[in-house]
């Protein structure tokens, strides 16, 4: 279903810039307003409006709550642009060949393995809270790209690139623990009919239809159909990405026509300036009233709060160095070791999907769910003015640092 990455070697048209490298080369403004619309949640669910603001997320609209319309529906799109941008980069991007994922692949998997230990750690002694572990595995891109943009020059474009590369194999990590750990029962029926959905998509991937109506349609079918599965209902928008074809037509080389760009530049901006805010304010708002010291000490609290400050850090920066020291792979040109370690704090911001898997690892546990909110806060704010700090202080690109 994902077209081949072969191309022919003559004359090679240039390559369009995807919607999230051309957010790295201008701004990070969805970054920035999905900040504002966490600082609102907050502001709402801890004033007067703070009863309305939870009725309303659990009020009922056809067969969903609005908190399930926007985790359950809004979210399939996102996770839809998600796997458009994990299809490109691997068939024509920055992570098209191995040596290019080798540096970004090793600081992900520390990235995700060191933050579920230091959560795992801290929550030996409840074991009802280990359901936990992945919520600070997964990095926040839209936050850690907004974070950069702030810093502006004094954060080289190679570091840039390299953390977008981290972050769409963590995406893509954290895609494979939704769907390996956190399903419902399962439907063999509702199974039956998206893997049928699925066929058909791949027909059409096959066939070389280059409409994205078809696709779309399918999509909203197979959506309904992996919502009724037991599966997340989120993985049918990366199943349905890499439905979408990479080229305007066969054998011709990626361009700005084909149907995969034409989708992601159209959901980008929709993404980045109401979906994730929408989100973000739907998601992040927890009232502190009546939460005491037991709260904020809390072994949930406590392990996704330093396994997002902590473990993040110490997964991907100790994933670089070891690459970097086995001669795996290259520092980033033109970045420092401090470079290196500010951007192994910020991906410590693990607002989104943090926020989104502890939604399903503690479904109906308001409690588990406010400890998890305040320690995604906690971890991500942390992390936030830790990296913001270090690049800061750090040398401009070009500017004389130590070898490798």
């Known amino acids: 279903m994902i077209d081949s990455p072969t191309r022919p070697p003559s004359r090679r048209l ?19 307003v999905l900040m504002a619309s966490a600082v609102l949640a907050l502001v709402v669910a801890n004033g007067p409006a ?15 709550s609005l908190l399930h319309w926007i985790n359950d529906g809004l979210m399939a799109v996102f996770f839809l642009l998600v796997g458009l941008e994990i299809k490109r980069e691997f068939l024509d991007g920055g992570l098209r060949t191995w040596p290019d994922r080798a540096l970004p692949g090793i600081a992900a998997l520390g990235g995700m393995v060191a933050p579920a230990l230091v959560y795992v750690a801290l929550n030996l002694g409840t ?12 990095t926040d891109i839209a936050f850690a790209l907004g974070v950069l943009a702030l810093l502006g020059p004094r954060v080289p474009v190679s570091l840039k690139i390299f953390l977008t590369a981290l972050a769409i194999l963590d995406d893509l990590g954290a895609v494979l623990i939704i769907a390996a750990f956190y399903t419902a029962d399962l439907s063999l029926p509702m199974l039956g009919l998206a893997a049928g959905i699925v066929a058909m998509l791949a027909i059409l991937n096959r066939t070389g239809q280059r409409n994205l109506g078809p696709y779309l349609v399918l999509g909203a079918a197979l959506w309904f159909a992996v ?52 989100f973000g304010f739907a998601n992040a708002g927890v009232s502190v009233a009546g939460l005491g010291a037991d709260a904020l000490l809390a072994p949930v609290t406590l392990g996704v709060a330093a396994g997002l400050f902590l473990g993040k850090q110490v997964g991907v920066f100790g994933g670089v160095w070891l690459a970097v020291r086995l001669g795996l792979a290259p ?60 690049l800061a202080g750090a040398p401009r690109p070009g500017a004389a640092t130590h070898p490798a």
């Not at 074991?127 to 997964?138: D, E, H, K, M, V």
């Not at 209902?233 to 034409?262: F, K, N, Q, W, Y």
């Not at 998890?372 to 806060?377: E, I, M």
């Open 50 to 64: 703070g009863d309305a603001y939870a009725h309303a997320l659990h009020a009922y609209l056809g067969p969903l």
């Open 227 to 278: 919502l009724r599965s037991g599966l997340h209902a989120t993985v049918a928008g990366v199943v349905l990405a890499l439905a979408i074809p990479l080229r305007a037509s066969p054998g011709r080389p990626d361009d700005a026509h084909s149907p995969l760009h034409r989708l992601e530049h159209a959901l980008q901006p929709w993404v980045a300036y109401a979906i994730l805010p929408v």
């Open 14 to 32: 240039p390559r369009p810039l995807s919607a999230l490298r051309a957010l790295l080369t201008s701004s990070a403004g969805g970054g920035l």
């Open 331 to 390: 520092r980033p040109a033109g970045a420092s070791w401090r470079h290196v370690y500010g951007v192994a704090l910020l991906c410590g911001i693990g607002f989104t999907m943090s926020l989104f898997i502890g939604g399903l690892a503690f479904a109906g546990m308001p409690e588990l769910e406010a400890e998890t909110k305040l320690g995604v806060l906690a971890g991500s704010l942390l992390s936030t003015i830790a990296g913001a700090l270090v």
């Open 127 to 138: 074991p009802a809270t280990l359901r936990g572990w992945a919520i600070p595995a997964a």
